[in-house]
């Protein structure tokens, strides 16, 4: 059901704005929207806030960050299910001690972002010294400074070659011309492609020497430090270590502020509310000494509103018709509000359209069960989502939605688990003919879908004639509701008559009736009675698709209609995927049972069994029931919302504070 | 020599096997390539991991219906235990049925495994609109729905008939 809207708007003084905006947003159920144009001629103009919002919003993410690096070096204790536990509720008193510690906080949070930044960046400094100790590896042996040049009377050259070569072979290959000077030569390390040379000449032959070698491929090690390799390599690995204790040591700085974790968590739901807080603030029409707040309200709460408003903070109250531009709330009861997360996530229904929750519901959760079909799992899922309900009193609303309506999905699967016979597939057959050689079966109340999968096809296709009728019922219900006789006929009525007719024809087709098993054949008349009304159903969407345009375009569009007699057939074959998703399950837990018994009876054929029986069906209802949500929401959105529901409303998005670590209920 | 082989058996189990072989090897590269993409996600943005693992499933679905598929000829069949005397033209007639899932499952995997893969990506910018993206993935699977359909009902008949 949609919630009645209706439109507010709050007259007040600007002395009690604050008072008014905290109420409002404490009380979480008005949206507030752009101020009217015509307030500007009257001489309101609406407050700037960017500048605050955007101060605001940095010190937000400070926080966050913050959060962020202490995570990253003191992980907070989570329990494997603490995404059920929701919000903390705080108190005022907390409150006031949390909103009293920020300015320290904030320090500690810049402090926090300051001590991983330095870390990230010692890192680095580690990263570029070790790779020049990479460089400086193969010149260990050698005893010279680097950048050695020479003597008065010698000239040294340091280098390398870029292949494996020994001394002999480098001599004899540099006399081999004619006008080499005299040079020494010793090699300092060989690695493979690469020789590190120390050459040593006569400063007088030291370009030709060098020239020499280059021709051989020479080329001079290039550095940027004085000073002989090892005793640098040495200083590198001190940096290194002092640079490693300074990193330890910051890390320990921020693990040291873990205890400040609940207070930086507050700080940043403090912003986020007052970043929310005054980006409203930017939509109230302001003038000299008063302000208007113009926005939504459920009607419902509207008087009570108005009284607290009046009497607390002198504001003056209007309430008028929401008018057609008025936001979506949806409001459902007991077992058809959990799904109302799935008509959401579809979209908002728009205006003249009504709320498709409560009655998608009741097929949501007879389509889940139809595919899922096995007792067990059926009570598996709804213990689970009864116990973390039971337990997580504090859940989130979203949460608690989802894990409902897995809940009462859990109990039509173990409804048609029972009525098709199902458990863990073949599991008491199976373990009463392995374990004790006495074979019990558990009859279904129904039928065996994988003994008679044509009984359970056309069962399927029973469901979503029902399921897809039910759907254009509600598009002439709003057809009527609007007065549209038009679409009343053309679209809906005439496409009963013409679907409806074609299936009770079909209980004359012999060719059906063998497929369907059925052995009794209607009477001839029956026949000419659904053909009869199935012709008259196509005329009248021939005619009445579009009675307005001229006669020719007025028949063309009928026949185009017509021929959407195409998209009833596929909308009904569709629902073969409950047949298809029902056998899988079933079949594969059938699998998993087999495997496991093939190892006999004794005792290691028990504890196999035990082992390919957990992960097995583990697996297979994991994966089942995500097959199973998918295609019932695939079947509710496609095949059923698509005979009435476009949706196209805008959310209805309270005012409130939307925080991410605590709630605060209390006046504050 | 091939005269003393029984061909009935022989065409029967290769359609079981085909139907688990074709069928896995397109779930396969399509769950591998929603997994690079959700890989990719998650390096990003860690708390994303739930949302892209049921993406990245989705594609996989197809390589069960080929086991299941294989599974029920190979029970029918009495490859698993009881007789296995199949006539030359009924193990004809398995294969054949085995063909829809082996065939349909191998490419519409693949596609499927594409439109994950963008699934992800949207994901990836707009997490609360993950339930579309299932949906643009799952329109992909009907294909393979009904060639699964197809196949059981070829091999459920076949069973009953007298050749």
Redesign the interface.
């Known amino acids: 059901m949609k919630v009645p809207m209706s439109r507010i708007t709050i007259y007040g003084g600007k002395k009690d704005r604050k008072a008014v905006l905290e109420f409002l947003q404490r009380q979480q159920c008005v949206d507030i929207c752009e101020p009217d144009a015509e307030n500007e001629d009257l001489g309101f103009s609406n407050m700037n806030t960017s500048d605050f919002q955007s101060e605001f919003m940095r010190e937000k993410t400070v926080g966050e960050k913050a959060l962020a690096a202490l995570d990253r070096y003191a992980p907070e204790e989570k329990g494997l299910l603490s995404s059920f536990a929701g919000r903390r509720a705080l108190s005022a008193e907390e409150y006031y001690s949390y909103v009293d510690d920020i300015p320290e906080m904030m320090n500690i949070a810049e402090r926090l972002c300051e001590a991983e930044e330095e870390i990230g960046e010692k890192r680095g400094r580690i990263v570029r010294r070790r790779s020049e100790l990479d460089e400086l590896s193969p010149w260990m042996k050698l005893d010279v400074s680097l950048s050695e040049t020479g003597t008065k009377n010698s000239s040294c050259i340091i280098g390398m070659f870029p292949e494996e070569l020994t001394e002999a072979q480098l001599t004899e290959r540099y006399y081999s011309a004619d006008a080499a000077p005299p040079v020494y030569i010793e090699i300092v390390n060989t690695l493979p492609r690469q020789t590190c040379v120390f050459a040593l000449c006569s400063r007088t032959d030291a370009a030709a020497c060098e020239g020499r070698l280059r021709e051989l491929g020479f080329s001079r090690m290039k550095t940027s430090y004085d000073g002989v390799p090892s005793e640098r390599a040495e200083q590198i690995k001190q940096e290194i270590a002092a640079l490693e204790r300074e990193i330890s040591a910051l890390e320990r700085e921020i693990i040291s502020y873990k205890g400040a974790r609940s207070s930086l968590k507050f700080m940043v739901d403090y912003y986020a509310m007052r970043t929310e807080k005054y980006g409203v603030l930017s939509k109230l029409s302001q003038r000299n000494r008063v302000f208007v707040i113009t926005g939504f309200v459920p009607s419902a709460e509207a008087a009570p509103l108005t009284a607290a408003l009046e009497h607390k903070y002198n504001a003056a109250v209007e309430i008028e018709d929401a008018g057609e531009d008025a936001p979506v709330l949806l409001k459902n009861r007991y077992l058809t509000e959990p799904v109302e997360g799935i008509v959401k996530t579809f979209a908002m229904p728009s205006r003249g359209e009504i709320d498709p929750t409560s009655i998608m519901a009741f097929f949501y959760y007879i389509l889940f069960g139809m595919m899922l079909s096995d007792a067990a799992y059926g009570l598996i899922m709804f213990l689970g989502c009864f116990i973390a309900l039971k337990k997580f009193k504090n859940m989130e609303p979203d949460m608690k939605k989802s894990l409902r309506m897995f809940m009462y999905c859990g109990i039509s699967t173990m409804f048609w688990g029972v009525m098709f016979g199902s458990y863990f597939g073949d599991i008491v057959p199976t373990v009463s003919r392995t374990f004790f050689n006495h074979e019990v079966t558990i009859p279904p109340l129904w039928f065996e879908p994988v003994k008679d999968p044509m009984k359970m096809l056309m069962f399927s296709f029973v469901i979503g004639i029902i399921h897809l009728f039910t759907g254009l019922g509600v598009k002439l219900y709003q057809c009527v509701k609007a007065k549209d006789w038009v679409a009343a006929f053309g679209d809906c009525i005439f496409w009963y008559m013409l679907i409806g007719g074609g299936i009770l024809y079909l209980f004359r087709v012999d060719m059906f009736l063998s497929m369907a098993g059925l052995s009794s054949k209607l009477p001839a008349v029956w026949g000419t009675v659904a053909a009869v009304i199935a012709g008259i159903g196509a005329l009248g969407i021939l005619l009445f698709t579009a009675p307005k345009n001229k006669m020719g375009k007025r028949l063309a569009k009928g026949a185009y209609s017509l021929y959407g007699v195409t998209s009833w057939l596929s909308d009904i074959l569709s629902y073969s995927r409950l047949l298809a998703l029902g056998l899988a399950t079933g079949v594969i837990a059938t699998v998993f049972n087999k495997m496991g018994s093939m190892f006999g009876s004794g005792i290691v054929g028990a504890v196999i069994f035990a082992v390919v029986f957990l992960i097995g069906h583990t697996l297979n209802l994991g994966i089942n029931a995500l097959g199973a949500y998918v295609h019932t929401n695939r079947l509710q959105f496609v095949e059923f919302f698509g005979k009435f529901f476009e949706g196209g409303g805008k959310e209805f998005h309270p005012f409130a504070a939307h925080t991410k670590y605590y709630k605060f209920k209390e006046e504050i | 020599m091939f005269e003393s082989i029984d061909w009935g058996i022989v065409f029967a189990l290769l359609g079981a096997a085909l139907a688990s072989i074709m069928a896995g090897v397109g779930s396969a590269i399509g769950v591998g390539k929603a997994g690079e993409a959700a890989a990719g996600v998650v390096t990003e943005d860690p708390s994303k991991f739930s949302k892209v693992l049921?993406m990245q499933?989705?594609p996989?679905?197809q390589g069960?219906?080929g086991?299941?598929i294989a599974?029920?000829t190979l029970s029918q069949i009495g490859i698993?235990g009881g007789s296995a005397e199949i006539s030359f033209a009924k193990g004809l007639l398995y294969l054949a049925a085995c063909l829809p899932i082996a065939i349909v499952g191998l490419l519409s995997a693949i596609s499927q495994g594409k439109a994950a893969v963008s699934g992800i990506m949207m994901i990836a910018k707009k997490p609360d609109?993950?339930?579309?993206g299932?949906?643009f993935a799952?329109?992909v699977?009907?294909y393979a729905?009904?060639a699964?359909?197809v196949s059981?009902?070829a091999i459920?008949g076949i069973a009953g008939l007298n050749i």
């Open positions: 049921i499933l989705l996989g679905t069960i219906y086991l299941l599974f029920i698993l609109q993950m339930s579309k299932m949906i799952a329109m699977e009907t729905i009904l699964l359909l059981i009902l459920f």
